[in-house]
């Protein structure tokens, strides 16, 4: 199983950026999709960007599609992301997450891997 810590969350204005990175331990961090999660206060740990093993394909949420850039490093065993035009609804802690499943790699229920989740806040 891999390791997963996150970090970058904070405060942010309206409109701001911020990028959250996660550094990843045990075992090869290649053989594992990456994909960032969500959770607002009331409501479900939602996936809202995936990245396939070897990058070559990326998944994004509606709510998150052109403003948000998932990216992962294999090297480095590390992955991203990059957070722009902040907005008030965006608030909510973000979790990097591990998915085995070569195949499936934006299927939210193959994540099996978990962060410690990272809060992000912004405010209006």
């Known amino acids: 199983q891999v390791q997963l810590v996150e970090s970058g969350g904070g405060l942010v204005q309206a409109g701001g950026s911020l990028r959250l990175s996660c550094t990843a331990s045990g075992r090869t961090f290649g053989w594992y999709a990456v994909g960032w999660f969500r959770q607002a206060p009331g409501k479900e740990r939602t996936l809202i960007a995936a990245?396939?093993?070897?990058?070559?394909?990326?998944y994004y949420a509606d709510s998150v599609k052109g403003r948000f850039t998932i990216s992962r490093d294999n090297n480095m065993n590390t992955a991203a992301l990059q957070m722009n035009r902040l907005k008030p609804e965006d608030t909510a802690v973000y979790y990097c997450?591990?998915?085995?499943?070569?195949?499936?790699?934006?299927?939210?229920?193959?994540?099996?891997?978990w962060g410690q989740g990272t809060q992000v806040t912004v405010s209006s």
């Open positions: 990245m396939s093993w070897n990058g070559g394909s990326t």
């Open positions: 997450a591990g998915n085995p499943n070569l195949y499936a790699y934006s299927d939210s229920k193959n994540f099996n891997a």
